[in-house]
């Protein structure tokens, strides 16, 4: 059975960091890319980064620049490090699994960014 855990998620000050992890357990067969998203009150879900088997890396304009999507393949976790966070970063944080059979997504994590 596969299952997406994503921690890191927390309470920060606008300006600081945080990082996020995305741990994989369970076999996933065809992985094309893993990608993160995010959830604001009242928002529709929207892509924040996205790195494909081969390595190609997608940000949202709204994080060029301050966000890095890194996987470790040898701990089936991808990364997501957020850095000069502001308020409006605000949201419950998924990572996705994209497969060539079916899609898995995590539970989430909360990050809240205070001004």
């Known amino acids: 059975q596969v299952q997406l855990v994503e921690s890191g998620g927390g309470l920060v000050q606008a300006g600081g960091s945080l990082r996020l992890s995305c741990a994989a357990s369970?076999?996933?067969?065809?992985?094309?890319?893993i990608g993160w998203y995010r959830q604001a009150p009242g928002k529709q879900r929207e892509l924040v980064a996205a790195?494909?088997?081969?390595?190609?890396?997608n940000y949202a304009d709204s994080v060029k620049g301050r966000f890095t999507i890194s996987r470790d393949n040898a701990k089936n976790t991808v990364y997501l490090q957020m850095s000069n966070l502001k308020p409006e970063d605000t949201a419950v944080y998924y990572c996705?699994?994209?497969?060539?059979?079916?899609?898995?997504w995590g539970q989430g994590t909360q990050v809240t960014v205070s001004s």
């Open positions: 996705k699994v994209y497969s060539t059979f079916r899609d898995y």
């Open positions: 369970g076999i996933i067969l065809s992985i094309n890319a």
């Open positions: 790195i494909s088997s081969g390595l190609r890396i």
